[in-house]
Each structure stands twice: as structure tokens, then as C-alpha cells.
């Protein structure tokens, strides 16, 4: 059980979106906004750390008033809301990019530049926006990468060819390429479909928390963080209090210091915030 000295000390909330704090309709709970809302008046800042790409995330910010800057794109990039500021990128570098686009073509495979605020194809690619799964992301057509090539956070790549998928990553990691992250794995929503997905070594929620914190000015015991699935894992494995809904996957919740009785579709995060609120009195 938490004590209300450590609740006392938080000053900092950082959410995973899908799956916790959001519902399975991509709503925040209505308790949950009541409760950010008293909170922030007690000098609490919110953040949200996600997958989803920056633009992705602002519809929520807003609804919430939140004004920290946001970690997107699994820590890759952090930018101010409200604003443009770049708090941090992990750009991928363009001999790379252009690597991944001579892959891709050679070998038949769909490919996407994902940046801060859109997904970018070309017509050779047009099925791009129909295979791959980017919540609330925005994709815009465009008729070369040429463009493109210098502000890519994440590469996406997808195709029905197993084989193809597992060699061009393998040229995509060390020691045919460095600096790189790149992992492939199988559709669960088009059957069939393989995606790779690459981006530079060394980003993670956890690394994106730690620059966050040292920008609004706090400490790991001053630090919650809530999630839900295996892309949390760099979050949890922090010293920051760490909160798993109840719907969390089993590594998460062994991970967490709190688990919420309730699930994401019964507004789980409510539950710690209330905790959180009693304890500031």
C-alpha cells in the first residue's frame, strides 16, 4: 500500500494513453478529468508518454489543459504543448533513411517516414495509411521523401512476404547498419501483414521521462507514472512510483508498486489520482 507521504510528494503525473487512461473508446473518464483539474490547482503537472505520434496526442492535451510538454513516439520526440518547442528529438540519421527507401523498393516492402505531426508516403506507397495502426495520427501523401529525409523519428515498413520482412531487418540492425532499433512482428488486425519498425538506439519512455523531469524540475520520488503494456516497461523500470491499471499485462503489473482495482474502461487512473488528491488534503 502507498503512504500518504509519498502520494504528498508527487508533483508530476505521467499517463500512457491507450489502455490507461483512455477507455477502449478512446475517452478519458469523466472522473479523472474532475480530479486532474483539482490537482493542477495543487501544483501538479500532467504529461502523457506514448506511442502515438505528437500530433496524436494533443486533441487529449487540450482537452486537459495540460500544458508539461508531451513524450511521443515511445520517448523519440518531446515537444511543448501549447507551442512547437523540441524539448528532445532522436531524428534518425538520413544515410539511414535512405538506406531503409532502397531497402524497401528493392524488396517490394510499403514504407512510411513517421515525423512529430504526420506519417508521410508517396503514391507508390498509398496503402501505407490502410495497413499500419497509428492512433489519431495524420497521414499525408507527398511525392518523394526526398523532403523528408532529415526530421524522421520512426520508420515503418510493411509487407506479407515473412522472409523479406526478416532479412531487410537484419540489414537494418548492427553490424550491417549502427545506431539503430529495429524490431518486426505480425499484424494482429490485417492477417497476413508483417511490419518492421525502426528507430535510433537508445529512446524509450524511460529515457524521454527522465529528460522530462529534468525540464519541469523534479525527481523520481516526486514522479508517478501509469501504464499498461510491454512499451511501458522502460517507465517501470525507473524509480518513479509507478501505478499499472488493472487491465495492465503481467509484466506491468509485477513491475508496479499500485495496482488500480478498476480497468481502463472503468476509469482505473481515477482511482490512484484520488489517492493522490486525499493525501494533499
Avoid at 499517463?15 to 478512446?26: A, I, K, P, V
Avoid at 469523466?30 to 493542477?40: G, P, T, V
Avoid at 498509398?126 to 523519428?153: Q, R
Avoid at 501483414?193 to 529515457?207: L, P, Q
Amino acid at each position: 500500500m502507498l503512504s500518504k507521504e509519498q502520494l504528498r510528494k508527487i508533483k508530476l503525473i505521467v499517463f500512457d494513453l491507450d489502455g490507461t487512461l483512455l477507455n477502449d473508446e478512446r475517452e478519458i473518464g469523466e472522473k479523472s478529468f474532475e480530479l486532474i483539474e483539482k490537482l493542477k490547482e495543487k501544483g501538479v503537472h500532467f504529461s502523457f508518454a506514448s506511442g502515438r505520434l505528437h500530433s496524436a496526442l494533443v486533441k487529449y492535451a487540450r482537452q486537459l489543459n495540460i500544458t508539461t510538454p508531451l513524450i511521443s513516439l515511445d520517448g523519440s520526440l518531446i515537444k511543448s504543448h501549447p507551442g512547437d518547442k523540441i524539448i528532445f528529438h532522436s531524428y534518425i540519421p538520413r544515410k539511414h533513411v535512405e538506406k531503409a527507401i532502397r531497402l524497401a523498393d528493392k524488396y517490394l516492402l510499403k514504407i512510411a517516414l513517421c515525423h512529430g505531426d504526420a506519417i508521410y508516403y508517396t503514391e507508390e506507397n498509398s496503402l501505407i495509411p490502410d495497413m499500419i495502426e497509428k492512433y489519431g495520427a495524420k497521414f499525408e501523401e507527398v511525392e518523394s521523401y526526398k523532403d523528408y529525409l532529415d526530421s524522421t523519428l520512426e520508420i515503418v515498413m510493411a509487407g506479407d512476404y515473412r522472409d523479406s520482412i526478416k532479412y531487410v531487418t537484419q540489414k537494418l540492425m548492427f553490424p550491417h547498419t549502427f545506431g539503430l532499433s529495429t524490431n518486426y512482428y505480425k499484424s494482429h488486425s490485417h492477417p497476413g501483414i508483417y511490419y518492421i519498425e525502426t528507430r535510433r538506439m537508445g529512446t524509450s519512455k524511460g529515457t524521454g521521462l527522465k529528460k522530462l523531469m529534468k525540464h519541469v524540475g523534479v525527481g523520481y520520488s516526486e514522479t508517478a507514472v501509469l501504464g499498461d503494456w510491454y512499451n511501458d516497461r522502460s517507465l517501470f523500470d525507473t524509480k518513479a512510483l509507478k501505478v499499472a491499471v488493472a487491465n495492465a499485462v503481467p509484466e506491468i503489473i509485477r513491475l508496479a508498486d499500485f495496482v488500480t482495482k478498476r480497468s481502463n474502461n472503468e476509469d482505473g487512473a481515477a482511482e490512484f489520482l484520488e489517492m493522490v488528491l486525499s493525501s494533499k488534503g
